[in-house]
């Protein structure tokens, strides 16, 4: 594994965490959303309408319609920096730490299902911007293809004894491992703190933006 995978993967597996964090952390304290995806909440919406119940389908439009918009700001956004000091990626870990804060910290009188719609934008953004490492195609915030790739990589390592297979082999498992370490910490720490866990994510983030704001020069991204 060469030195900008290491560099790189230096931002990834912590992203990897905090998406797992989020993921459960939703569930947890969120009514059972699962944040980091629109599948779900696509066949809701279509159960909805064809059910009759119109409630429940419109609550389900609003986190796909937060989710396309924050890979609108992630395609969008980036054209327009005219600043070569400051990239991207640092933008969009900071607005995803205030969009953490201001869950933790959204009155409690706001229905969790609503206090969760920040969640969708900041997951959509992490997706569309951190989304490979060195060309090799990555996702930090769920897992389906992530396993898929590490399945796909190990058998061709072991069909074509390809050092290179098993490289991309142990990035998709490393990741997938913080995701799941993400999990158990998002649980655990729901379970303390209730809906303040979240800020954990920002200290995370906080390590994440010095490591771009330092070494950003170093990755692809």
Known sequence: MNSKYKHELAVYL?????????????????????????????????????????????????????????????????????????????????????????????????????????????????YNTFKSMQGQGVSTVFCTNNLRQAVIHFWRWKEKKDGAQAVYMSVYVFVIGMFILGVVAGFSLSHLWGVKAVLACDVVMAFVFLRLRFHGHKFLI
């Open 14 to 126: 912590p992203l990897a965490f905090v998406g797992g964090f989020l993921e459960i952390y939703t569930y947890i304290n969120m009514s059972g959303l699962f944040a980091n995806a629109q599948t779900s909440n696509l066949v809701l919406l279509f159960n909805g309408l064809l059910s009759g119940n119109i409630p429940s389908a419109v609550y389900c439009v609003m986190p796909v319609i937060l989710y396309i918009l924050g890979i609108t700001v992630t395609e969008l956004i980036p054209k327009k920096m005219r600043d070569p000091s400051v990239r991207w990626p640092e933008y969009c870990v900071l607005i995803e730490a205030v969009c953490m804060a201001g869950v933790a910290f959204c009155p409690k009188i706001i229905p969790a299902r609503v206090s969760a719609l920040p969640v969708f934008f900041l997951t959509a953004m992490q």
